[in-house]
């Protein structure tokens, strides 16, 4: 059986707080809100109903971009699964809702958002490759052609045998 799914639009009420694991993993912790509002039909306004809370969590390179772009009060677009966070405190067992984040973003109904993709495995290898020639690393085929006597990278219409 898999975890109940929560998609929705909700606000941020306060910023994004990351942390890191023993092991190094970034962590991020967000608390939503999520409100229904209804019109009163005598006013004509708009007025908050039914509010639900939940702290939603993030793991990984996630994490990190999450608490780099979002911040306190931006209406976001939420998708996640429910589950139970239990801990004991005192002797005392506690318990609350948490929803994992699969997506978060910001809402585009009132505002904007400029997207910048995020490195990934092909940016990670290029990465690491340049590091590598940087490190003293030559390229084999920029040297010269042995016995062939020119310049680095010269060709020569001599077999090299």
Known sequence: MSLPTLNGTARLMDDPQLRYSASGSAVVTVRLAFNSRKKDQQSGEWKDDASFFVDGKAFGPAAENIAETL??????VVSGRMKTDSWEKDGEKKSRPELLLDAIGPSLRSATAKV??????????????????????QDPWAQDVPGAGQAAGAWSEEPPF
């Open 116 to 137: 910048t993709k995020a490195g990934g495995k092909k940016e990670a290898y290029a990465a690491a490759s340049a590091a590598s020639s940087r490190e003293g690393r």
């Open 71 to 76: 911040s306190r009060g931006l209406e976001v």
